[in-house]
């Protein structure tokens, strides 16, 4: 049996930007591998641990036993911590040990994909002892590995792939929480609407309706009378909803008509990544 159909693209997806990670990493000097990036606290070195730690356990591989520094200022939460662990363990990892662990672990998890048999219903143990199904599994493996390609790219300052199968992963991945956000976190009113229409390689117009109850949903299709529309590229969409960047360093980037108060709320709560 080969991967099931509905896998695919996500199967494509991991492999294409990881593919482009690997790509970027290997021709690294030592001093580049200690580059901040845009995710709190790391630096390449951590991204990639990362990128291997979180693969590894999708392989199957026993997390590390490993005691966390307590002067680590971005790890606030449990969620957080849990990610920090195949990190700090690797920080003490010279560049060609983590390129040979790299290249080591792709080669594995495409062997794995090869061999997968399972449907996307079947079940599997997740981040803190949840349980996911395949699908949501691959489809975040997916989503991870590209919004850390990018935040690479940003620190080595080698942009591209901002259209690649990932991207379009992470959009639908995005998307999923802007009803949150707009609904409970922004405190849109019942029975109003905000448009948001996002340009660049990545280019969509999405809705969301807030009914009667206070319930957000998000469609494609336009309201002809929004209480705010908001306007930006799609780099800027993804970096805000990552909590890349924060919405002041965001505002001149984002172009918005309507309720003001409003709209100032929606970017101010726009992450929607742990």
Known sequence: MSLHPSLQTYADAWSHSV?????????????????????????????????????????????????????????????????????????????????????????????????????????????????????????????????????LRVALGQPGNLDSPGAYVARDELLQGLPKVVAKRAGAPANSAVVFDVSGPVEFLRTVRVDAEGRGSVDGAPSLGPLATLGMEWETYFRLACGRISAERAAGDVKSEGDEELVAAILAHFAVTP
């Open 19 to 151: 593919e482009a990670i690997s790509a970027l990493v290997q021709p690294l000097a030592d001093a580049d591998w200690n580059r901040a990036t845009p995710c709190p606290g790391w630096s390449v070195r951590d991204l990639i641990s990362h990128v291997i730690g979180m693969d590894c356990e999708i392989l199957g591989d026993p997390r590390p036993i490993h005691t966390l520094p307590r002067d680590l200022y971005h790890v606030r939460t449990e969620h957080q911590r849990y990610m920090e662990m195949q990190v700090d363990v690797r920080r003490h990892h010279t560049a060609p040990e983590m390129l040979g662990e790299l290249e080591y672990t792709i080669i594995r998890r495409n062997r794995q994909l090869r061999n997968e048999n399972r449907g996307p219903e079947a079940t599997l143990r997740g981040p803190l002892g949840t349980e996911q199904t395949l699908e949501v599994a691959m489809r975040r493996r997916a989503f991870d590995v590209w919004v850390h390609e990018q935040d």
